[in-house]
């Protein structure tokens, strides 16, 4: 009972009121204006050069790659103009020698050689026709996601800030992504344009706003997996730094007549200064000990990469406290089919290592309902080296996990609630359709549910305005949503 007693208080450490998700919401729209006006902002609010957004009805064949940590992929994207859409994908590793050689067109190269490769398979006659007769074909425009920093300055021009995931081609730094690639593409005469730089988040909204039913665009793209970020639909008129940012980049060419402007707010980083955050000591604990204390602070509450360790962290201080009758797997003797069994725990347990525990696991001890938790006695034996863990072990980390999820979910609610209400969709367009990917949206049991709960008690929102947002899985973003941002680049041209 006093494990009990103890794993519901520090449960309700993570709980995040009604009264606290207002204050979130209302910090959140602050940020978000403030973030419209000048740069050096804790939510960025980049404008993406992207300036409309599908409704389903667009046509044609559009190239997409993905220069992710690993793989390199490349695809082309049909789309049939009635929300649908046909995929030939292909996907090789990155050699280790191209992530850190000097010179950058060794890596650029070798992403056209299978892009080259790509067009003899799956497109022979485009490609043979446009060898033979230079002209006779159109080009194909391209998609190109880079998860890497970049400054975008233009909707195919960017900057690559830094390297990250291993890759080291100092050469590159500083330069336009888009410009390597097309250089390359171009040495080896392929009829490709690279049309579009795009960021996953934006890839989301637009695959959304394709595939959702309706003719009514999407409003919000909104990734919750490794990381959390978002972007969103907003009047062009509204991002005020953009006459700032023109000046800064010489006129950058963009298409002003739709009036729109998809902006990327990073809002991984809002509230970095825990104005209105909620700060436990395994958040405290867990920021210290990151490789960046201080940044990222929204996310190391929400996404996939932390929760996982939030988890580890309030489970350790469990099984450290040392106040009489409160032990946590360990030195517990339970009765086990008439056997007495000992609860012990390896000193080599993942609960002693910083990243120890997955968020997946977050999800199956939330989802068990198994009689006396059995399925998270198993996790503890398999993958934390706990044996004979006790139903009072299990209960105690059913109980952390479902307070850490909820909080997560009820937090991106907050991200989430900001952007419909700044938008004023509810009153204007009766609706507001949003677009989620990323393996906690999709897997963590009942968390839409949660953010739903959430926007209910959210002023400005309420259960009337609760039942007009649609949330939607966008899968594909990487690319479906790189081969629209070519469409509507092409568009713009
Ligand atoms: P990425 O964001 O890197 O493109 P994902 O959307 O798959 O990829 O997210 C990966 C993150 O999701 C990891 O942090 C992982 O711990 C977490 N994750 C993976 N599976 C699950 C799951 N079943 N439930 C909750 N989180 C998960």
């Known amino acids: 009972m006093a494990l009990e007693k103890e794993a519901k208080r520090m449960a309700a450490e993570f709980e995040y009121t009604k009264d606290d998700l207002n204050k979130g919401v209302k910090e959140f729209l602050a940020e978000m204006e403030e973030g419209l006006e000048k740069q050096g902002t804790h939510l960025s609010q980049i404008p993406t050069y992207v300036t409309a957004v ?27 103009g009635n929300h649908t859409f046909s995929l030939t994908q292909s996907k090789v590793a990155v050699p280790r020698t191209l992530m850190e050689t000097d010179s ?56 690559l800030v830094r390297w990250t995931k291993g890759f080291s081609i100092q050469e590159a730094i500083g330069k336009d992504v888009c410009e390597l690639l097309q250089k390359e593409i171009k040495a080896l005469n392929l009829p490709v344009k690279v049309s579009a730089l795009v960021n996953d988040t934006v890839g989301t909204l637009m695959a959304r706003s394709y595939t959702s039913p309706g003719k009514e665009s999407t409003l919000l793209g909104a990734i ?22 023109d000046e800064q980049e010489g006129g950058t060419k963009y298409d002003r007549s739709t009036g729109l402007m998809i902006v990327n707010t990073e809002w991984g980083s809002f509230d970095n200064s825990l104005k209105v955050l909620p700060d436990t000591p395994y958040d405290q604990s867990l920021d210290r000990e990151s490789n960046n204390p201080g940044i990222q602070m929204f996310e190391k509450r929400v996404s996939g990469m932390f929760l996982g360790e939030i988890l580890r962290r309030a489970m350790l201080a469990l099984h450290n406290h040392s ?70 072990d299990a209960i105690a980390i059913k109980m952390l996990v479902h307070a850490i999820g909820k909080r997560a979910a009820r937090l991106a609610a907050v991200a989430l609630g900001a952007v419909v209400i700044e938008s004023k969709r509810l009153e204007t367009e009766g609706f507001a359709d949003i677009g ?26 309420g259960p009337e305005g609760e039942k007009k947002i649609r949330i939607g899985l966008a899968k594909d973003g990487s690319g479906l949503g790189a081969a629209l941002i070519a469409l509507v680049a092409h568009q713009a041209e």
């Not at 060794?106 to 080259?116: G, H, R, T, V």
């Not at 490609?127 to 190109?144: C, I, N, Q, W």
């Not at 993942?350 to 059995?374: A, N, P, Y």
């Not at 906690?440 to 209910?456: K, N, Q, S, T, W």
Request: a negative charge; one cysteine or more.
């Open 54 to 80: 599908p409704n389903g009805t667009e046509k044609g064949t559009f190239l997409a790659v993905d220069l992710g940590g690993t793989n390199f992929r490349v695809c082309s994207i049909t789309l049939h």
């Open 436 to 461: 989620v990917d990323g393996s906690l949206v999709e897997y963590y049991p009942g968390f839409e549910d949660y953010i739903r709960e959430a926007f209910r008690e959210i002023e400005g929102i």
């Open 224 to 245: 919750f997996g490794t990381g959390t970020n978002g972007a969103y639909v907003e009047k062009l008129s509204a991002v005020k730094k953009m006459a700032m940012i």
């Open 104 to 159: 950058a067109s060794e890596l650029f190269s070798f992403m056209a050689k299978q892009i080259e490769t790509f067009l003899k398979q799956h497109h022979a006659d485009h490609y043979e026709t446009h060898m033979a007769k230079p002209g006779e074909v159109s080009y194909f425009d391209l998609g190109f996601t880079f998860s890497f920093p970049v400054e975008q300055v233009g909707i195919n021009k960017g900057r």
């Open 323 to 392: 106040s009489p009758g409160v032990s946590f797997l360990k030195d517990k003797s339970s009765a086990d089919n008439d056997m007495t069994t000992t609860t012990t725990i390896d000193p080599d347990s993942v609960l002693f290592k910083q990243w120890g525990i997955d968020t997946s696991v977050l999800s199956i001890v939330e989802e068990d309902q198994s009689d006396h938790l059995r399925i998270t006695k198993q996790i503890l034996e398999k993958d934390l080296m706990v044996s004979s863990a006790a139903t009072e």
